[in-house]
């Protein structure tokens, strides 16, 4: 397992694992994933803004992908020190220890670059990512409207924080 920071030459790896992820259908709320170039002008923004985003390689193949953006570029007027968990790991490799490894330098790099807190959404029927977030201390913030995930399912989304 080797854990890196994201660089822009992993544009098209990275959209390649979200769209395989969001085309289980059991994940992510939206029903589509946002385009390759606006993947490739994230990871510009994340590379000349030291945001953390880091990404997991199983023999030379990238296989999970964690980012934290800022409120402040999610939406105008926005929190800088209040960022946005998104993260994958492709599924055959799930429960591996990728989501906690990935998830440990992403902590630690929010901890040392002045992040108050992070923020995510994720699923009730979600267990082993709810599993993660509790064992790195998020807490319950507020239940989400419900949602009808691509599979045709009504989910119901929670929002987490992580106080650092
Ligand atoms: C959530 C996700 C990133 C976790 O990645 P992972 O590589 O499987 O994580 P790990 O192997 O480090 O396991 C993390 C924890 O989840 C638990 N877990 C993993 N798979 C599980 C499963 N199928 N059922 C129950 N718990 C599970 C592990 O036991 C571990 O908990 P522990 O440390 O208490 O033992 C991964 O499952 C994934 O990509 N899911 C689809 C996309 C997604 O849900 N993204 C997050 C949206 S908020």
């Not at 990404?55 to 946005?84: I, K, M, N, T, W």
Request: glycine share 8%.
């Amino acid at each position: 397992m080797k854990i890196r920071r994201v660089n822009p030459d992993d544009a098209q790896a990275v959209f390649d694992l979200f769209c395989e992820v969001s085309a289980e259908g059991n994940y992510p709320a939206r029903a589509s994933p946002p385009s390759i170039e606006t993947f490739k002008r994230a990871l510009v923004q994340v590379q000349a803004n030291d945001w953390p985003k880091y990404v997991a390689e199983h023999e030379r193949l990238l296989v999970g992908s964690v980012s934290v953006y800022p409120d402040s570029f999610c939406r105008p007027g926005g929190d800088s020190r209040l960022g946005y968990l998104g993260m994958q790991v492709k599924h055959e490799l799930r429960g591996r220890g990728y989501g906690t490894a990935l998830l440990q330098a992403l902590v630690n790099h929010c901890r040392q670059s002045g992040f108050d807190a992070i923020e995510l959404m994720v699923l009730r029927s979600n267990i082993a990512a709810r599993r993660l977030y509790d064992g790195f201390g998020f807490i319950w913030v507020e239940d989400m409207p419900a949602c009808t995930l691509g599979s045709g399912v009504v989910d119901y989304p929670l929002k987490m924080r992580l106080a650092l």
